[in-house]
């Protein structure tokens, strides 16, 4: 299970189901099969996040109709595509006509004879009016809510906000999360509501209490969020010291199932790359804070994320770094004071699809891309009895994972330096380096790698294919016929000419990338360019010492050499 959260206002700008539903190849080829939208029933005015419901048996009009819902619906299952949607069952406004029915003075706030709603709550998260999941008034009209859209619209399941809030016993913030046998068993008594109206549906709580009661409800049947935001982005930022990510495989918090969604970036948490570029560390000319590198990092951390068993859980536009703040306000700026440092948090933010030209940017959208495939393709990630090991609290990091089927070796180095790793291949012999398709020979498993700052691998033990027409490097020989692309001198100090053949007349892109994967040159032919053989000249007097991949793309075909930079 690999879900794409997304709220349908800042995703695209015409915030509506049709322009929605012709967006979703985009979704499908990045490999996505859930769709978690963001609250899409009647809530207070237009452009919030949905979280401030008032009726919740009618999708909001902001985003469309009830016809143009369902399409929407029926296209991503005739994609193999679930819909799963935030449902809100902890809160209501008081513009909710259970409110308004039993209301104190003010017509906004429940009465304390209102049999739904509390007059004050007893947990700290409260927004809103609290609902008062104890009362059987309310759980049964949560119960119909949840038949109702498995029924009429066809959904697949829900995702329920604050699930910790369902308790109507008194914690304070030091308490909220302590192991609550009360909420556990309403939350049952729901199940049992859910699978009885649809057997295969997904029930996926936001709860955060302590890792005995989530485990309680995971073993019984829920899907658990598994916030690891924290983690991976000190991982990113080059901060390791706080960069364990252990916690982000199911077992590792108890669980008897695989059912721990867990995830880097969500509607609530700050964007990766953003603070990779604002805070990140650096060493020597090496610097998170670098754009093409920040990006580069992202990529070390999916190699670290889809790996790792179990459903695994995308934010929106996070395939391309997206990298504006979430506190960012519509004027482009963040908050200044006397305004509080969050007051922007729900405002729109930019749609930005032009990302997905930016070479870096397709680049990251292709290696997750690439290990969505891996995890959704090999039956090693969902083998209940492969061997699974991780060492991934410090800086340098490795997974390996087995089964019959297929090993998999991932190595990274999340540090700013360059570090030495032991990548403790299972066996010897022939590995493929996933995302280049380069062979190594294995004669010993043990032999040290030296990795540069950011430097990561995912080898198999077998050579499993990418998905076609990503912009990573190709398979030897692949489209070697095609351009029979060179560069001389090799290694050079100051330029090299390219030599490449075109099968047929076509525009030509040149891209050279250092080894992080960042480009770091670009040039066009500048025109359309006749069949036959033709040269380029490629300076680079100003790059350093390396190694670089050197990427011809012409009529959608690519092909990659490598070129040695020697001052």
């Known amino acids: 299970m690999v879900v794409y959260e997304l709220l349908v206002r800042d995703f695209i700008a015409r915030h509506d189901y049709q322009t929605l539903r012709d967006t979703l190849s985009y979704i499908q080829r990045l490999g996505i099969n859930t769709i978690e939208l963001m609250p899409i029933n009647e809530f207070d005015g237009n452009e919030t996040w949905g979280y401030n419901p008032d009726f919740y048996f009618s999708p909001d009009k902001y985003y469309g109709t009830r016809l143009a819902f ?6 991503c299952h005739r994609r193999g595509i679930a819909v799963v949607l935030d449902m809100v069952l902890n809160q209501s406004t008081g513009q909710s006509p259970m409110v308004g029915l039993y209301a104190d003075g003010s017509g906004y706030a429940p009465s304390a004879d209102n049999p739904w709603f509390n007059v004050t709550a007893p947990h700290p998260y409260n927004v809103f ?26 959904i697949d399941g829900y995702r329920f906000d604050l699930a910790g809030g ?11 999360g302590n192991y609550d046998q009360s909420r556990i068993d309403i939350w049952k008594d729901y199940y049992q509501t859910l699978v009885a109206t649809d057997a295969t549906v997904y029930p996926i709580l936001e709860h955060f209490p302590q890792d005995s009661e989530a ?15 924290y983690n991976y982005n000190e991982a ?77 859980m995308i934010w929106q536009f996070g395939e391309l770094g997206y990298d504006k703040s979430i506190f960012q306000c ?46 959704e393709t090999q039956p090693v ?45 299972q066996s010897t012999g022939t590995w493929y380096n996933y995302l280049t398709g380069v062979a190594t020979t294995v004669t010993d498993v043990n032999a040290p790698l ?84 033709h040269e380029m000249t490629l300076p680079v007097a100003t790059l350093a010492n390396g190694i670089y991949m050197v990427r011809l793309l012409a009529d959608g075909q690519q092909q990659t050499t490598r070129l040695v930079v020697q001052h």
Not at 273 to 299: F, H, W
Not at 344 to 362: A, E, T, V
């Open 236 to 312: 990113t930022m080059g901060y390791v010291g706080n960069s364990d990510i252990s916690r982000g495989y199911y077992k590792n918090r108890g669980f008897a199932q695989p059912n721990l969604i867990t995830y880097m970036e969500s509607h609530d948490e700050e964007r990766l790359t953003y603070k990779n570029i604002m805070y990140g560390n650096s060493a020597g000319s090496y610097s998170v804070k670098d754009p093409a590198t920040a990006l580069a990092r992202q990529e070390l951390a999916a190699a670290f994320f889809f790996t790792v068993p179990g459903p695994k």
């Open 381 to 425: 990630f969902a083998n209940a009895s492969a061997t699974f090991d991780q060492q991934v609290s410090g800086g340098v990091k490795t997974i390996h994972l087995s089964d019959p089927s297929l090993s998999v070796t991932v190595v990274g180095n999340f540090n700013v330096t360059a570090a030495s790793v032991t990548p403790g291949f």
């Open 166 to 176: 369902f308790t109507q016993k008194q914690t304070t913030d030091a308490t909220y």
């Open 70 to 75: 369902k399409q929407f619906i029926d296209e």
């Open 450 to 533: 030296q990795l540069q700052p950011g430097e990561y691998a995912v080898y198999t033990s077998k050579n499993v294919s990418k998905p076609t027409g990503t912009t990573l490097p190709t398979r030897a020989g692949q489209t070697a016929a095609a351009f029979r692309l060179s560069a001389a001198p090799n290694p050079t100090a100051s330029s090299a000419t390219l030599r490449y053949e075109l099968p047929s007349a076509t525009t030509v892109q040149v891209t050279v990338s250092n080894v992080l994967g960042a480009t770091v040159r670009a040039l066009s032919s500048g025109g359309r360019q006749s069949a036959g053989a």
């Open 215 to 229: 485990k309680a409800l995971a073993d019984y049947g829920f899907m658990i969020w598994g916030n690891m935001t």
């Open 129 to 154: 009016n609290d609902l008062n999941h104890e009362s059987p008034y309310t759980r049964y009209f949560s119960k119909r809510v949840m038949e109702y859209w498995l029924k009429e619209y066809h």
């Open 330 to 375: 519509p004027d482009g700026t963040l908050p200044q004071p006397p305004r509080a440092a969050d007051d922007c948090k729900l405002s729109n933010k930019p749609i930005l699809w032009n990302y997905y030209q930016d070479p870096n940017r397709r680049r990251l959208y292709d290696v997750y891309r690439s290990l969505i495939t891996l995890k």
